[in-house]
Protein backbone atom coordinates (compact mmCIF):
# COMPACT_ATOMS: atom_id res chain seq x y z
CA UNK A 1 0.00 0.00 0.00
CA UNK A 2 1.05 3.58 -0.69
CA UNK A 3 2.74 5.21 2.35
CA UNK A 4 0.00 7.82 4.10
CA UNK A 5 1.97 7.63 7.50
CA UNK A 6 3.44 11.32 6.84
CA UNK A 7 -0.54 12.80 6.59
CA UNK A 8 -2.14 14.88 8.65
CA UNK A 9 -6.05 13.81 9.74
CA UNK A 10 -8.84 16.10 8.36
CA UNK A 11 -12.25 15.23 7.97
CA UNK A 12 -13.15 13.06 4.85
CA UNK A 13 -16.08 13.12 2.94
CA UNK A 14 -17.22 10.91 -0.54
CA UNK A 15 -20.54 10.83 -1.86
CA UNK A 16 -21.43 7.62 -4.65
CA UNK A 17 -24.27 7.21 -6.92
CA UNK A 18 -25.28 4.33 -8.62
CA UNK A 19 -28.72 3.63 -10.26
CA UNK A 20 -30.68 0.61 -10.86
CA UNK A 21 -33.00 -0.03 -14.05
CA UNK A 22 -35.87 -2.00 -13.71
CA UNK A 23 -38.30 -2.74 -16.97
CA UNK A 24 -41.64 -2.23 -15.72
CA UNK A 25 -44.45 0.08 -13.15
CA UNK A 26 -44.99 -3.83 -12.05
CA UNK A 27 -41.17 -4.11 -10.60
CA UNK A 28 -41.64 -0.35 -8.97
CA UNK A 29 -45.17 -1.21 -7.50
CA UNK A 30 -43.53 -4.54 -5.64
CA UNK A 31 -40.62 -2.16 -4.38
CA UNK A 32 -43.33 0.09 -3.04
CA UNK A 33 -45.22 -1.88 -1.67
CA UNK A 34 -43.20 -4.33 -0.53
CA UNK A 35 -44.28 -7.22 -1.93
CA UNK A 36 -40.43 -8.76 -3.52
CA UNK A 37 -40.81 -12.40 -2.84
CA UNK A 38 -36.74 -12.04 -1.31
CA UNK A 39 -38.10 -9.08 1.35
CA UNK A 40 -37.44 -5.96 2.11
CA UNK A 41 -35.59 -4.79 -1.33
CA UNK A 42 -34.54 -1.25 0.47
CA UNK A 43 -33.30 -2.34 4.07
CA UNK A 44 -31.27 -5.63 2.59
CA UNK A 45 -29.52 -3.49 0.38
CA UNK A 46 -28.60 -0.91 2.76
CA UNK A 47 -27.27 -3.84 5.46
CA UNK A 48 -25.23 -4.89 2.55
CA UNK A 49 -24.33 -1.42 1.44
CA UNK A 50 -22.97 -1.02 5.22
CA UNK A 51 -21.03 -4.10 4.97
CA UNK A 52 -19.42 -3.69 1.72
CA UNK A 53 -18.38 0.34 2.88
CA UNK A 54 -16.47 -1.71 5.71
CA UNK A 55 -15.45 -4.37 4.09
CA UNK A 56 -13.85 -2.72 1.23
CA UNK A 57 -10.00 -2.69 2.22
CA UNK A 58 -10.50 -6.38 2.55
CA UNK A 59 -11.47 -6.69 -0.74
CA UNK A 60 -9.38 -3.75 -2.45
CA UNK A 61 -5.51 -4.90 -2.39
CA UNK A 62 -4.25 -0.85 -2.28
CA UNK A 63 -6.66 0.26 0.32
CA UNK A 64 -6.01 0.94 3.15
CA UNK A 65 -8.06 -0.07 6.59
CA UNK A 66 -9.46 3.30 8.27
CA UNK A 67 -12.05 3.71 11.28
CA UNK A 68 -15.62 4.32 8.80
CA UNK A 69 -17.46 7.08 11.21
CA UNK A 70 -20.33 7.41 9.04
CA UNK A 71 -22.19 6.06 5.88
CA UNK A 72 -25.45 7.11 5.05
CA UNK A 73 -27.42 5.52 1.73
CA UNK A 74 -30.63 6.87 0.51
CA UNK A 75 -32.77 6.02 -2.38
CA UNK A 76 -35.12 8.11 -4.67
CA UNK A 77 -37.24 6.57 -7.21
CA UNK A 78 -37.43 8.61 -10.53
CA UNK A 79 -39.87 6.60 -12.81
CA UNK A 80 -38.65 3.15 -13.54
CA UNK A 81 -34.95 3.51 -12.12
CA UNK A 82 -33.51 3.28 -9.26
CA UNK A 83 -30.93 6.06 -7.50
CA UNK A 84 -28.87 5.24 -5.20
CA UNK A 85 -26.57 7.59 -3.15
CA UNK A 86 -23.74 6.78 -0.53
CA UNK A 87 -22.14 9.05 1.92
CA UNK A 88 -19.20 7.78 3.81
CA UNK A 89 -17.55 10.22 6.28
CA UNK A 90 -14.04 9.90 8.59
CA UNK A 91 -11.73 11.58 10.17
CA UNK A 92 -8.25 9.96 8.65
CA UNK A 93 -5.34 10.41 6.68
CA UNK A 94 -6.69 9.01 3.01
CA UNK A 95 -9.78 9.31 1.69
CA UNK A 96 -13.26 7.40 1.48
CA UNK A 97 -14.20 8.01 -2.50
CA UNK A 98 -13.41 4.10 -3.08
CA UNK A 99 -15.78 3.13 -0.06
CA UNK A 100 -18.13 5.29 -1.00
CA UNK A 101 -18.03 3.08 -4.75
CA UNK A 102 -17.71 0.29 -3.37
CA UNK A 103 -21.04 0.60 -1.26
CA UNK A 104 -22.98 1.95 -3.86
CA UNK A 105 -21.73 -1.35 -5.87
CA UNK A 106 -22.79 -3.31 -3.39
CA UNK A 107 -26.49 -1.76 -3.12
CA UNK A 108 -26.83 -2.04 -6.51
CA UNK A 109 -25.85 -5.52 -6.91
CA UNK A 110 -28.11 -6.30 -3.83
CA UNK A 111 -31.08 -4.23 -5.58
CA UNK A 112 -30.31 -7.21 -8.90
CA UNK A 113 -30.33 -10.06 -7.01
CA UNK A 114 -33.44 -9.02 -5.36
CA UNK A 115 -35.37 -7.76 -8.15
CA UNK A 116 -34.15 -10.61 -11.12
CA UNK A 117 -37.19 -13.19 -10.24
CA UNK A 118 -39.63 -10.57 -11.27
CA UNK A 119 -37.74 -8.76 -13.27
CA UNK A 120 -35.42 -10.38 -16.15
CA UNK A 121 -34.58 -7.35 -17.67
CA UNK A 122 -33.57 -5.41 -14.33
CA UNK A 123 -30.00 -3.62 -15.45
CA UNK A 124 -26.96 -1.62 -13.13
CA UNK A 125 -26.37 1.35 -14.58
CA UNK A 126 -23.60 4.11 -13.94
CA UNK A 127 -21.44 3.98 -10.75
CA UNK A 128 -19.61 7.04 -10.41
CA UNK A 129 -17.85 9.14 -7.53
CA UNK A 130 -19.94 12.61 -7.17
CA UNK A 131 -18.13 14.46 -5.00
CA UNK A 132 -15.34 14.09 -2.01
CA UNK A 133 -13.96 16.88 0.35
CA UNK A 134 -10.83 16.46 2.78
CA UNK A 135 -7.28 16.39 2.73
CA UNK A 136 -5.30 18.93 0.70
CA UNK A 137 -7.14 18.88 -2.32
CA UNK A 138 -9.99 20.87 -0.13
CA UNK A 139 -7.44 23.09 1.16
CA UNK A 140 -5.75 24.68 -1.57
CA UNK A 141 -3.38 27.25 -0.50
CA UNK A 142 -1.92 29.76 -3.40
CA UNK A 143 2.33 30.49 -2.60
CA UNK A 144 2.40 33.31 -4.83
CA UNK A 145 3.96 36.36 -3.16
CA UNK A 146 5.33 33.99 -0.51
CA UNK A 147 9.37 34.12 -0.31
CA UNK A 148 11.42 32.62 1.95
CA UNK A 149 14.47 32.72 4.49
CA UNK A 150 15.64 29.62 5.67
CA UNK A 151 18.41 30.07 8.95
CA UNK A 152 20.55 27.52 10.08
CA UNK A 153 21.55 27.52 13.82
CA UNK A 154 24.31 25.44 14.26
CA UNK A 155 27.94 26.18 16.13
CA UNK A 156 29.68 23.10 14.27
CA UNK A 157 27.92 24.19 11.09
CA UNK A 158 28.90 27.48 11.10
CA UNK A 159 32.44 26.42 12.08
CA UNK A 160 32.65 24.16 8.62
CA UNK A 161 32.78 21.19 10.59
CA UNK A 162 29.65 19.63 9.56
CA UNK A 163 27.15 19.90 6.63
CA UNK A 164 23.87 21.09 6.23
CA UNK A 165 20.81 18.69 5.63
CA UNK A 166 18.51 20.27 7.22
CA UNK A 167 17.93 23.75 5.18
CA UNK A 168 18.67 21.83 1.94
CA UNK A 169 15.41 20.04 2.79
CA UNK A 170 13.75 22.53 3.59
CA UNK A 171 14.57 24.70 0.70
CA UNK A 172 13.04 21.13 -1.75
CA UNK A 173 9.74 20.78 0.29
CA UNK A 174 9.39 24.57 -0.26
CA UNK A 175 10.03 24.53 -3.66
CA UNK A 176 7.40 21.89 -4.08
CA UNK A 177 5.14 24.16 -3.05
CA UNK A 178 6.94 26.91 -5.48
CA UNK A 179 8.20 29.23 -2.50
CA UNK A 180 11.37 30.51 -3.63
CA UNK A 181 14.02 30.66 -0.63
CA UNK A 182 17.49 31.26 0.17
CA UNK A 183 19.53 30.02 3.37
CA UNK A 184 22.10 31.15 5.58
CA UNK A 185 24.11 29.42 7.91
CA UNK A 186 24.75 31.50 12.11
CA UNK A 187 26.10 30.23 15.03
CA UNK A 188 23.41 29.42 17.91
CA UNK A 189 24.15 32.92 19.25
CA UNK A 190 21.03 35.08 20.86
CA UNK A 191 23.05 38.02 18.98
CA UNK A 192 23.04 36.04 15.94
CA UNK A 193 19.78 35.03 15.45
CA UNK A 194 18.08 38.31 16.83
CA UNK A 195 20.15 39.94 14.32
CA UNK A 196 19.40 37.03 11.31
CA UNK A 197 15.38 37.69 11.95
CA UNK A 198 15.71 41.26 11.83
CA UNK A 199 17.59 41.22 8.39
CA UNK A 200 15.43 38.34 6.81
CA UNK A 201 13.90 38.82 3.48
CA UNK A 202 11.17 37.36 2.09
CA UNK A 203 7.97 37.08 4.56
CA UNK A 204 8.25 33.55 5.08
CA UNK A 205 11.10 33.04 8.21
CA UNK A 206 12.56 29.28 9.11
CA UNK A 207 14.79 28.92 11.48
CA UNK A 208 16.20 24.98 11.87
CA UNK A 209 18.27 24.12 14.54
CA UNK A 210 18.97 25.21 18.51
CA UNK A 211 15.56 24.40 19.84
CA UNK A 212 16.80 21.94 22.16
CA UNK A 213 17.42 21.60 26.11
CA UNK A 214 21.23 22.11 26.06
CA UNK A 215 23.19 25.03 27.07
CA UNK A 216 23.41 26.22 23.43
CA UNK A 217 19.98 25.52 22.59
CA UNK A 218 18.93 29.81 22.63
CA UNK A 219 16.64 29.73 18.89
CA UNK A 220 13.51 29.99 20.71
CA UNK A 221 14.59 32.23 23.75
CA UNK A 222 16.17 34.99 21.21
CA UNK A 223 13.12 34.63 18.62
CA UNK A 224 10.07 34.81 21.05
CA UNK A 225 10.85 37.75 22.41
CA UNK A 226 10.68 39.69 18.98
CA UNK A 227 7.32 37.84 17.78
CA UNK A 228 4.25 40.47 17.67
CA UNK A 229 2.32 37.24 18.32
CA UNK A 230 2.93 33.61 18.75
CA UNK A 231 0.58 31.10 16.98
CA UNK A 232 0.13 28.58 19.74
CA UNK A 233 -2.00 26.37 17.54
CA UNK A 234 1.24 26.11 15.13
CA UNK A 235 2.95 24.95 17.90
CA UNK A 236 0.81 22.27 18.95
CA UNK A 237 0.60 20.69 16.32
CA UNK A 238 3.95 20.74 15.11
CA UNK A 239 4.50 18.73 18.70
CA UNK A 240 1.60 16.63 18.53
CA UNK A 241 2.38 14.96 14.74
CA UNK A 242 6.02 14.75 16.41
CA UNK A 243 4.87 12.84 19.26
CA UNK A 244 2.97 10.18 17.23
CA UNK A 245 6.04 9.04 15.48
CA UNK A 246 8.92 9.85 18.26
CA UNK A 247 8.20 9.88 21.70
CA UNK A 248 11.17 12.34 22.53
CA UNK A 249 9.26 15.04 20.38
CA UNK A 250 7.92 15.96 23.74
CA UNK A 251 11.12 17.95 24.31
CA UNK A 252 10.54 19.62 21.27
CA UNK A 253 10.98 23.43 21.44
CA UNK A 254 9.80 24.86 18.07
CA UNK A 255 7.90 28.11 17.76
CA UNK A 256 5.78 29.99 15.41
CA UNK A 257 4.39 33.28 15.02
CA UNK A 258 4.15 36.55 13.33
CA UNK A 259 6.21 39.67 13.30
CA UNK A 260 5.93 42.77 11.00
CA UNK A 261 3.66 40.47 8.36
CA UNK A 262 6.15 37.74 8.73
CA UNK A 263 5.28 34.30 9.40
CA UNK A 264 8.57 32.97 11.72
CA UNK A 265 8.69 29.21 12.18
CA UNK A 266 11.69 27.19 14.37
CA UNK A 267 11.95 23.87 13.60
CA UNK A 268 14.62 21.15 14.98
CA UNK A 269 18.07 20.99 13.67
CA UNK A 270 17.61 17.10 12.72
CA UNK A 271 17.05 16.39 8.80
CA UNK A 272 14.30 14.61 9.76
CA UNK A 273 12.84 16.40 13.03
CA UNK A 274 12.71 19.53 10.33
CA UNK A 275 11.30 17.36 7.69
CA UNK A 276 8.17 15.95 10.18
CA UNK A 277 7.51 19.96 10.96
CA UNK A 278 7.25 20.73 7.70
CA UNK A 279 4.82 17.63 6.93
CA UNK A 280 2.91 18.60 9.98
CA UNK A 281 1.86 22.12 9.20
CA UNK A 282 2.45 22.52 5.14
CA UNK A 283 1.19 24.15 3.16
CA UNK A 284 -1.44 24.79 5.58
CA UNK A 285 0.16 27.38 7.85
CA UNK A 286 0.75 29.57 4.64
CA UNK A 287 -3.09 30.61 5.33
CA UNK A 288 -1.27 32.79 7.76
CA UNK A 289 -0.87 34.96 4.93
CA UNK A 290 -4.66 35.38 3.59
CA UNK A 291 -5.77 36.27 7.31
CA UNK A 292 -2.54 38.65 7.58
CA UNK A 293 -4.22 40.44 4.13
CA UNK A 294 -7.50 40.26 5.58
CA UNK A 295 -8.72 37.56 3.62
CA UNK A 296 -10.55 34.59 5.36
CA UNK A 297 -10.85 30.97 4.54
CA UNK A 298 -14.53 29.69 3.35
Known sequence: MVDITHKINTLREATAVAVVKTSSEETIKAIRNNMVPKGNVFEMAKAAGLLGVKKTPDLLPDCHPLPIEYTGIHYEIKNLEIHISVEVKTIYKTGVEVEAMHGASIVALTLYDMLKPIDKQVEIGSIKLQQKKGGKSSFKINSEGITASIIVCSDTISKGKGE???????????????????????????????????????????????????????????????????????????????????????????????????????????????????????????????????????
Open 164 to 298: DKAGEMILSKLKDLDIPGTKSIIADEPSEIETALENAEGNLVIFTGGTGVSDRDNTPEAISKMLDKNLPGVEEQIRSYGQQRMPFAMLSRSVAGVMNGKLVLAFPGSTKGAAECMDAIFPHVLHAFKVLEGKRHD
